[in-house]
């Protein structure tokens, strides 16, 4: 193994261990804190009583987890149909950007929380309002990040592909989709994490299952050790799935790494 070869997987091996070592130190501060100032555990349990409440009621918690992450995969995946076509027919069409990106923005303008009770009026209970608010919340970060990564390329790049013979597919799959990739990926990232969030908003209003749920009718039991635990577990899959969306990112963009390097 080359010396340049030892230097990146030390620095990938650090780049993994620090928010290990920080999340644990997190943790453990917060153990020390709430038995020194003798916290009650209805007001803030400690890590060690939230992770034996997931050890007890792992089943539940797998249960309603995965009714969560079904939300959150399929209104990332929606996000990303939608939004990325959307940002091209702005980023080409004079028309679609008067005409189509004026509504986007507005759609987001739209306080969430007001309009989710009409879709449990309009689909009823389930699986369909969690996805459009979810959708709703998340696919705006990919429509703007690609619109960004789509018209931030200079001149010059298409014109020596022009020079070259190439055609309209080639300058759009050669040229403009890598240098666009980044953009993309910020979107994606974005999109997954703002998933995450609209899968709990939905599930707080117009569901009887998933993680959003279950810590909704915890604390209205007053069983805070459940409660934590339902966000631990969420927290956990929100930054497994972004760390997934950043493993794929840097797969299909390593060769700016290697052009740095």
Do not use: C
Not at 29 to 46: D, F, N, T
Not at 57 to 69: C, K, P, R, S, Y
């Amino acid at each position: 193994m080359s010396a340049t070869a030892k230097k990146r997987s030390k620095r990938s091996i650090a780049a993994g261990l620090y928010p290990v070592l920080a999340i644990a130190a997190f943790f453990l501060i917060w153990e020390g804190a709430v038995r020194a100032l003798h916290i009650p555990s209805y007001l803030l349990p400690m890590p060690s009583d939230i992770f034996g409440e997931i050890y007890q009621n792992a089943g539940v918690l797998v249960h309603h987890g995965q009714a969560t992450l079904l939300v959150i995969l399929a209104s990332f995946i929606t996000s990303v149909l939608l939004g990325v076509p959307l940002a091209l027919l702005i980023s080409f069409s004079p028309f679609a950007r008067r005409m189509i990106y004026p509504l986007i923005v507005f759609s987001q303008m739209i306080p969430k929380i007001a309009i989710a009770p009409l879709f449990v009026i309009w689909f009823g209970f389930g699986f369909v309002p969690k996805l459009l608010i979810a959708v709703l919340i998340s696919f705006f970060a990919v429509v703007i990040q690609s619109i960004v990564g789509f018209t931030s390329l200079r001149p010059q790049p298409i014109r020596v592909a022009q020079s070259m013979g190439a055609t309209r597919l080639d300058l759009f799959f050669k040229v403009r989709l890598p240098h666009a990739l980044p953009n993309i990926f910020a979107g994606l990232k974005m999109a997954m994490a703002s998933s995450a969030i609209g899968a709990i908003v939905g599930e707080f209003i117009a569901s009887q299952q998933g993680l959003g749920y279950l810590v909704l009718v915890a604390n209205g039991q007053m069983d805070t050790k459940l409660a934590f635990a339902g966000m631990l577990i969420l927290s956990v899959m929100g930054i497994v799935l972004y760390f997934i969306v950043e493993l794929a990112e840097r797969m299909m963009t390593g060769w700016r790494t290697a052009q740095r390097g």
